[in-house]
């Protein structure tokens, strides 16, 4: 297809379906064209007015470059993970009872208290100590830490694993603190509801879980090593301002 005397290819066209999945399927090509025609007007109009000449074009032109290139090269790298067993998806399944074998839907009051850095052993004392849920909110007037609260229903997925099994050891009626300062948060637990995940309806969620990790974990270490071995010069005009790493 031309635009003037300029052409928009079919490679374009499926570069950018493949960057807009939520499309619906039936209208996708016909709205993702027609967008690119309207961008390509525009960036005509935008060289002959000398756009592409101005400064600030040229640098972002330069840190989408490097952003885009290094975005590829972390996804190459994350593509060789390998795929889940079904060994590792078993055990995985069994390790982890109070998110399959033994699921919880938890009813909670949680309270979110506007607390400063360092006060979270003195809440998790104030909260070992008060009678939830009516004592915690006077404890917490009294204490002077603004806070809020509502029900609210925690699935075990939504959890943070490093929360999940102190809620899941948690009793009716008792409290523990979550997060940290200053998004601190108390949930008291009101009442569970037994929600069984079968182990087959559990091995896809498992093996997307597991896979994505090994990505993870392959990106980071392939970074540490390149960090490792690349030579990095602070300028001193950015040492003071910024967060660099040193020289090696």
Known sequence: MQVNREEVSLRQVEYLLKRQPGLPADQAPRLVLASLV???????AARED???KDPEFVQGI????????????????AAKAARASSDEVDRYYDEHPALFSARRLYTVQEVAVDAGPGTEDKLRALVAAAAAPAGLDEAL??????HRGGLTVLAP????????QPLAALEEGHSMVAGGA???????????????????????????YLVGERRRQLVTQRMAELRQSAKVVVA????????????H
């Open 182 to 208: 200053p998004s601190l948060r108390v949930w008291t637990l009101l009442k569970t509801q037994a929600a069984p995940v079968a182990r087959e309806a559990a091995k896809p969620a498992i093996e997307s």
């Open 38 to 44: 309207e961008q390509e007007i525009a960036a005509q």
């Open 62 to 77: 330069e840190a989408a470059r490097r952003e885009l290139l290094a975005k590829l090269y972390q996804e190459r790298i």
């Open 141 to 146: 007037d009294r204490a002077g830490w603004p």
């Open 50 to 52: 000398g756009i592409d």
């Open 236 to 247: 001193e005009a950015f040492a003071s301002s910024a967060s660099a790493p040193t020289t």
């Open 157 to 164: 997925e939504r959890v943070p694993l490093a929360l999940l």
